[in-house]
């Protein structure tokens, strides 16, 4: 197994976690109900995904 010889650094180690920071999620616009959703989701309003129906909502009154 490895073993480091010599201790590193915070700069060493912050500059290699530079890019492990979050993401904002991609959001698009249901063209069934122009509810905001999440890219590659099935939308949570109506059921919806590109177009067409994936899952089936009831309906409650």
């Known amino acids: 197994m490895a073993h480091p010889k010599h201790k590193t650094s915070k ?3 912050d500059k290699r976690r530079s ?9 698009a616009t249901c063209s069934n109900c122009g509810a905001t959703v999440k890219y590659h989701t099935v939308c949570g309003e109506c059921g919806y995904y590109r ?5 089936e909502k009831s309906v409650t009154v």
Do not use: Q, V, Y
């Open 11 to 13: 700069a060493r180690r």
């Open 19 to 27: 890019h492990h920071h979050a993401t904002i999620a991609t959001l």
């Open 51 to 55: 177009g067409k129906l994936a899952i």
